[in-house]
C-alpha cells in the first residue's frame, strides 16, 4: 500500500483528501494550516481540509512555518512515499521535496504554465479567459515550475465566478488525480517540462486588485468583480466610504457620462458609467458598516437617496 502524506488548506483540496481515502491509499498525516479568526467576532474555525481529517479520523499535523519546524522532522519521520499538495498555502522545503521516493506532486488549478501561483483561478476569470483546467505536476524548488504529469481542460462559462470554479476544478482535480496515481507509483507517467517562454503568473490577490477603477470598460469590470467573488470581493467608494460590489453585470445602458456616475436607477439594480461608454449594473451590494445586501433593499433603505448623476469613485 503506498503510504502518503496529503497537504492541504481550503475546500477546493478536501475532495481530493476524500479520494485518495476512498481509493484505499494510506494517508499517514494531513498537513494544514493553522485554525484562524474568522468573520467580524474573529471565531478561530478550522481550515475545510482539518474537518475533512477529522471526518476520516486521519492524524492532523498544523504548522504555523514548515520551514525548519518540529512539525517538518514529525512529517520527515513518517517517511511517506509520496507526498500530495493541493492549495496547501507554503512552500515545502528542499529536504521534504527530496525525501519521498516517489516525489512530491501538487494539484494546481490552472493549465500550467500559465498562472503560477497562490491565485490561478480568481485571475484567470479577472482576465476574461474562456478556459483552465487543473494540472497534475511534479513539485521543484522554484514555484509551480515542476514537470507536468497530466492535465484536464475546462470551461469558464460567462457566468463563473471563483466560487464556481473553485467548486468545479475541485472535482476536476479529485478525478484526473484519481487516474493518474496509478502511473505515478508504477513510474509509467508522463513527465513534460514546462516551456519557460510560456509562463504567467497568479500571485495572490492584492487590496489594489479589489478596487474598481471605473475607468476600465464595463467587461473587465465583470470580470473582476466575478473573480472576486465570493471573496475577496471587489470594492469601490462612496461618499468617501468603502462599497463592496458582491455581484454585478455588465448594464444594457450607453453613456457619455463621467466613469463613476450613476446613470440609472431600477428597481433592482443600479447602474453606473464605465470608461468604454458602457455601465456596470450593480445587483449585490454591501455599504460601510451595513451587512452584504441585494441592490433593491439598498435603494429601499440606506441607499434610497441615491440620484443619477452620484459618483462612485
Given at each position: 500500500?503506498?503510504?502518503?502524506?496529503?497537504?492541504?488548506?481550503?475546500?477546493?483540496?478536501?475532495?481530493?483528501?476524500?479520494?485518495?481515502?476512498?481509493?484505499?491509499?494510506?494517508?499517514?498525516?494531513?498537513?494544514?494550516?493553522?485554525?484562524?479568526?474568522?468573520?467580524?467576532?474573529?471565531?478561530?474555525?478550522?481550515?475545510?481540509?482539518?474537518?475533512?481529517?477529522?471526518?476520516?479520523?486521519?492524524?492532523?499535523?498544523?504548522?504555523?512555518?514548515?520551514?525548519?519546524?518540529?512539525?517538518?522532522?514529525?512529517?520527515?519521520?513518517?517517511?511517506?512515499?509520496?507526498?500530495?499538495?493541493?492549495?496547501?498555502?507554503?512552500?515545502?522545503?528542499?529536504?521534504?521535496?527530496?525525501?519521498?521516493?516517489?516525489?512530491?506532486?501538487?494539484?494546481?488549478?490552472?493549465?500550467?504554465?500559465?498562472?503560477?501561483?497562490?491565485?490561478?483561478i480568481?485571475?484567470?476569470?479577472?482576465?476574461?479567459?474562456?478556459?483552465?483546467?487543473?494540472t497534475?505536476?511534479?513539485?521543484?524548488?522554484?514555484?509551480?515550475?515542476?514537470?507536468?504529469?497530466?492535465?484536464?481542460?475546462?470551461?469558464?462559462?460567462?457566468?463563473?465566478?471563483?466560487?464556481?470554479?473553485?467548486?468545479?476544478?475541485?472535482?476536476?482535480g479529485?478525478?484526473l488525480?484519481?487516474?493518474?496515481m496509478?502511473?505515478?507509483?508504477?513510474?509509467?507517467?508522463?513527465?513534460?517540462v514546462?516551456?519557460?517562454?510560456?509562463?504567467?503568473?497568479?500571485?495572490?490577490?492584492?487590496?489594489?486588485?479589489?478596487?474598481?477603477?471605473?475607468n476600465?470598460?464595463?467587461?473587465?469590470?465583470?470580470?473582476?468583480?466575478?473573480?472576486l467573488?465570493?471573496?475577496?470581493?471587489?470594492?469601490?467608494?462612496?461618499?468617501g466610504?468603502?462599497?463592496?460590489?458582491?455581484?454585478?453585470?455588465?448594464?444594457?445602458?450607453?453613456?457619455?457620462?463621467?466613469?463613476?456616475?450613476?446613470?440609472?436607477?431600477?428597481?433592482?439594480?443600479?447602474?453606473?458609467?464605465?470608461g468604454?461608454?458602457?455601465?456596470?449594473?450593480?445587483?449585490d451590494?454591501?455599504?460601510?458598516?451595513?451587512?452584504?445586501m441585494t441592490?433593491?433593499?439598498f435603494?429601499?433603505?440606506?441607499?434610497?437617496?441615491?440620484?443619477?448623476?452620484?459618483?462612485?469613485?
Open positions: 500500500m503506498t503510504k502518503i502524506v496529503f497537504m492541504g488548506t481550503p475546500a477546493f483540496s478536501a475532495p481530493i483528501l476524500r479520494m485518495l481515502h476512498e481509493e484505499g491509499y494510506e494517508v499517514l498525516a494531513v498537513v494544514t494550516q493553522p485554525d484562524r479568526p474568522v468573520g467580524r467576532k474573529k471565531v478561530l474555525t478550522p481550515p475545510p481540509v482539518k474537518e475533512e481529517a477529522l471526518a476520516l479520523g486521519l492524524p492532523i499535523i498544523q504548522p504555523e512555518k514548515l520551514r525548519g519546524s518540529k512539525e517538518l522532522e514529525e512529517i520527515l519521520a513518517l517517511n511517506p512515499d509520496l507526498v500530495v499538495t493541493a492549495a496547501f498555502g507554503q512552500i515545502l522545503p528542499k529536504e521534504l521535496l527530496e525525501a519521498p521516493r516517489l516525489g512530491c506532486i501538487n494539484v494546481h488549478a490552472s493549465l500550467l504554465p500559465l498562472y503560477r501561483g497562490g491565485a490561478p480568481h485571475q484567470s476569470i479577472i482576465d476574461g479567459q474562456s478556459k483552465t483546467g487543473v497534475i505536476m511534479y513539485m521543484a524548488e522554484k514555484l509551480d515550475a515542476g514537470d507536468i504529469i497530466s492535465q484536464s481542460e475546462i470551461a469558464i462559462e460567462d457566468t463563473d465566478h471563483t466560487g464556481s470554479m473553485f467548486e468545479k476544478l475541485s472535482m476536476v479529485r478525478q488525480l484519481k487516474e493518474t496509478p502511473s505515478i507509483i508504477n513510474g509509467t507517467n508522463a513527465r513534460i514546462q516551456d519557460e517562454t510560456l509562463v504567467t503568473y497568479a500571485r495572490n490577490i492584492s487590496r489594489e486588485q479589489e478596487l474598481i477603477d471605473w476600465n470598460d464595463a467587461r473587465a469590470l465583470y470580470n473582476q468583480v466575478r473573480g467573488h465570493p471573496w475577496p470581493v471587489a470594492y469601490t467608494t462612496f461618499e466610504a468603502n462599497f463592496k460590489v458582491w455581484w454585478a453585470k455588465v448594464g444594457d445602458t450607453t453613456t457619455n457620462a463621467t466613469p463613476g456616475e450613476v446613470v440609472k436607477i431600477a428597481k433592482d439594480h443600479f447602474e453606473v458609467a464605465t468604454d461608454g458602457n455601465t456596470l449594473a450593480l445587483y451590494v454591501q455599504p460601510a458598516g451595513k451587512k452584504r441592490a433593491e433593499e435603494l429601499r433603505g440606506t441607499g434610497s437617496k441615491l440620484q443619477i448623476g452620484d459618483r462612485f469613485e
